[in-house]
């Protein structure tokens, strides 16, 4: 990816587990966003994180980012199956042109 | 939901044939992207737009085209369709600001055979 790897590529966990997610990117950035996108949709924006920030949190998500390292982690609290989906990070670029990371496919087993 | 939409939803079609991918979206927002998504899920930037007459070549590079004759449109053209085209194709849009999230269309899935 030009810009963003995440692990890890597929994760099946239990209903009522905590499910984590990991970016890692290359270059230096204005914020990181997380898009969730359903089996053959397009994708739906999660939550952004500013560079400036360290942390945030929405409802069941909890996004982490250090920019020291060029890594960020999404954590899903309490999963339901309805979570299932692929899940993927976003740089914007100086160009303010969005970069996507390869994709985490999260499996929530009833 | 977004008001962004792509026609057609899936598509078909014989190799040498001309398509065009509709991208319509009703938010006024300026930057307008398409992404070409591959089977290992990767989205891979194609081409962007600033505004009316503007069009930039992205990361990937494709033999498509699009134009941007009006705010709310960006189709995309494949003058002579091939096998290796197939993929889905992922209209978005935003604001043009830096701390602006980014919506999408619900994708085209073209299969060339």
């Known amino acids: 990816s030009q810009q963003g790897e995440e692990d890890p590529q597929a994760l099946s966990i239990q209903e009522g587990e905590n499910a984590t997610m990991n970016c890692s990117y290359k270059?230096?950035?204005?914020?990181l966003q997380w898009y969730r996108q359903n089996s053959g949709r397009g994708l739906v924006h999660l939550i952004l994180?500013?560079?400036?920030?360290r942390e945030k949190h929405s409802g069941r998500l909890r996004v982490t980012l250090d920019t020291s390292k060029k890594s960020s982690s999404l954590l899903i609290t309490a999963s339901r199956a309805a979570d299932t989906a692929s899940y993927f990070c976003?740089?914007?670029?100086?160009?303010?042109?969005?970069?996507f990371g390869t994709g985490t496919r999260l499996t929530v087993i009833p | 939901e977004a008001d962004i939409y792509q026609t057609p939803r899936y598509l078909v079609i014989g190799t040498g044939k001309k398509i065009t991918l509709e991208c319509s979206q009703t938010m006024g927002h300026d930057k307008m992207y398409w992404y070409q998504q591959d089977p290992g899920m990767e989205l891979h930037l194609i081409h962007y737009s600033y505004g009316v007459n503007s069009t930039e070549k992205g990361d990937l590079s494709s033999e498509s085209t699009v134009s941007r004759i009006r705010t709310e449109h960006f189709p995309l053209t494949l003058e002579s369709a091939r096998p290796s085209h197939t993929s889905q194709y992922l209209c978005?849009?935003?604001?043009?600001?830096?701390?602006?999230?980014?919506?999408f269309g619900q994708g085209t899935r073209l299969t060339v055979v």
């Open positions: 994180i500013r560079s400036n920030e």
């Open positions: 270059t230096s950035i204005n914020n």
């Open positions: 976003a740089t914007i670029t100086g160009a303010n042109n969005l970069f």
């Open positions: 978005a849009s935003t604001d043009g600001g830096k701390d602006t999230e980014a919506f």
